[in-house]
């Protein structure tokens, strides 16, 4: 049972570059989210998915895509990356059920936007 | 919308100490508390957290927490700090129904002197 995993663990832009943050669990929940975090500022929630092909905004959605195809799966894309991107990112997952389940968090993806 | 105020971004105990990192939220309904510790270079790890069931909350590690609802608080202690209690903290609320959505305060970090 591997958890949550990330990949890259840390990856190099220059602005206007592509990529995509891969996330993958293997617990079966069907709730994922994507923070970012910034020094000062905690942990900010972009995106999030209560299940496969369902997904919607968090706090600082501008700048990211999601989908949403598999139970396991939850990428998220830069399509056009901005020094203000730079950041690391944290993807999470937790059974949704009707009282607060745990999270688990990756270990997080360092992005440097030159 | 709620918030998280976490007061001192640094705290610094002797080892043996007593701990304790404090937090303050707001929110317009009764919401459900958290925790979260992180080590260098890791994904957060839940400590503890409240529900609305005993106000009093044990967790992992040693540590606790006591919601307060007159103070808006949920201040984290430890009664005598470790050196591997060195690390950063997050308190973080949400509330129903999207108990699994949190907002985070910026984070204390703990060091604890020899």
């Known amino acids: 049972n591997a958890g949550v995993t990330q990949t890259p663990k840390f990856q190099v832009l220059k602005t206007g570059q592509s990529m995509t943050l891969q996330c993958a669990q293997d617990m079966n929940h069907e709730y994922m989210s994507w923070y970012r975090q910034d020094p000062g500022m905690g942990l900010r929630l972009i995106h999030y998915s209560v299940g496969a092909g369902i997904t919607d905004q968090g706090e600082v959605p501008n700048g990211y895509n999601v989908s949403r195809s598999t139970t396991e799966d939850f990428p998220l894309r830069l399509l056009s990356a901005a020094p203000s991107q730079t950041s690391v990112y944290f993807c999470?997952?937790?059974?949704?059920?009707?009282?607060?389940?745990?999270?688990?968090f990756g270990p997080g993806t360092r992005l440097l936007v030159l | 919308a709620q918030s998280v105020t976490q007061l001192g971004s640094h705290v610094s105990v002797s080892e043996g100490a007593l701990v304790l990192l404090r937090c303050n939220y707001s929110?317009?309904?009764?919401?459900?508390l958290f925790w979260y510790v992180q080590y260098p270079n890791q994904g957060l790890q839940l400590l503890l957290k409240y529900t609305s069931a005993a106000t009093l909350v044990k967790g992992i590690n040693g540590f606790e927490a006591e919601f307060k609802k007159s103070e808006t608080s949920f201040h984290l202690t430890k009664p005598s700090a470790h050196m591997s209690d060195a690390a950063e903290y997050f308190c973080a609320v949400s509330v129903p129904p999207r108990g699994n959505m949190l907002t985070f305060g910026g984070g204390t970090r703990l060091m604890v002197k020899p």
């Open positions: 929110s317009s309904v009764p919401p459900y």
């Open positions: 999470a997952s937790s059974n949704r059920g009707q009282s607060i389940e745990t999270q688990y």
